[in-house]
C-alpha cells in the first residue's frame, strides 16, 4: 500500500527513516592497519545500535530508531569490503602514505601530521587524508623540498 493512503503518522515516519546514504568518495578506500580496525570497530558498532532497535515493539518507532544505524551500517559494511590495506612505508626517504611528516608553512608555523585514509584522517589529532590538498602537495617529496605556491609554500623539515 502506498504511503498516501496510510495515516499522516505513517507518512512523516515513511520520511525519517529514509535517511539517504553517506556519501562515498571518489579516491582509492586506502587504509592503514589502525584505520582498518576503526572502520571494523566502527561497523561493528552500528551493527550492534541496528540490533538494539530490534526489540522496539512499536513499528513507527523501531523504524526512527533504526533509520541512521541502518545507514551507518551501510556506509561502513561498504567502507570494510573497499578497503585497501597499505602496508607501513619502506623508506623515509619520501613522503608516502603511512608517513609522519613535518613541514613548515611560510608564517614560520610548524606542523606534524601523518598521511592516512580519509576515514581515519583527524587533524586536530595529527592525522590528514592522503587526498587532502597539503598531502597530495607532499607526496613523494623528500626532506628539504619546498612545494606550493606565492604564501602556501610548505618546506618539508623530516619524514618519519
Known amino acids: 500500500m502506498a ?15 529514509l535517511l539517504p546514504d553517506r556519501p562515498i568518495s571518489p579516491y582509492p578506500n586506502l587504509v ?17 545500535a541496528y540490533d538494539a532497535t530490534i526489540t522496539i515493539e512499536d513499528v513507527n518507532e523501531r523504524r526512527r530508531q533504526a533509520a541512521s544505524p541502518l545507514r551507518d551500517l551501510r556506509y561502513f559494511a561498504e567502507r570494510v569490503r573497499t578497503a585497501q590495506l597499505v602496508p607501513d612505508p619502506a623508506s623515509i626517504e619520501t613522503v608516502a602514505f603511512g608517513s609522519t611528516v613535518t613541514f613548515s608553512r611560510h608564517d614560520g608555523r610548524v606542523q606534524t601530521y601523518r598521511i592516512v585514509g580519509e576515514d581515519e584522517a583527524d587533524p586536530k589529532a595529527g592525522s590528514i587524508s592522503f587526498a587532502s590538498p597539503v598531502a597530495r602537495l607532499l607526496m613523494a617529496k623528500a626532506a628539504g623540498d619546498v612545494v606550493g605556491a606565492d604564501d602556501q609554500e610548505l618546506e618539508i623539515i623530516a619524514i618519519s
Open 3 to 17: 504511503v498516501a493512503f496510510t495515516k499522516e503518522e505513517s507518512f512523516e515516519t515513511a520520511s525519517e527513516t
Open 32 to 48: 592503514t592497519e589502525t584505520g582498518l580496525r576503526a572502520l571494523e570497530a566502527q561497523l561493528q558498532q552500528a551493527r550492534e
